[in-house]
């Protein structure tokens, strides 16, 4: 979604009911005045693409807004992580990848915040 330029946490909020299965993947703009969204006739890793692939947590991806919309909009199905950096070792990557989505994964709070405060 990102390179297509739409924000994947405004998509969780507009479609809650029909997220099923969310993909943790992530890509980066490298936009610099001679290059494109549309370079796809460019093999990924190559300088002048516009945007390209990277291993999560490595891109531009906000994940913990994508975590946290997704917390409110109750989802509980699972993170699948979906690897593709030219850049990286594969195996290399995707250890880091899954470290990554684990520490990432957090639950959303079952307290209300100033309720932790409140004395009574």
Known sequence: MIWQGVDPVEFIRAFPERIYHVHIKDAIQTLNG??????SHL?????????????PGR???NFEEIIRALNVVNYTGPL???WEDSGMEREFGAAEACAFTKRL???????????AFDEN
Do not use: T, Y
């Not at 093999?43 to 291993?55: E, L, P, T």
């Open 34 to 39: 001679k290059s494109g969204i549309l370079s």
């Open 105 to 115: 994964d957090f639950s959303p709070s079952n307290v209300a915040f100033d309720a």
């Open 43 to 55: 093999n990924f890793g190559d300088a002048r693409r516009g945007w390209d692939f990277r291993s």
């Open 80 to 82: 699948s992580i979906e």
């Open 59 to 61: 891109g531009g991806v």
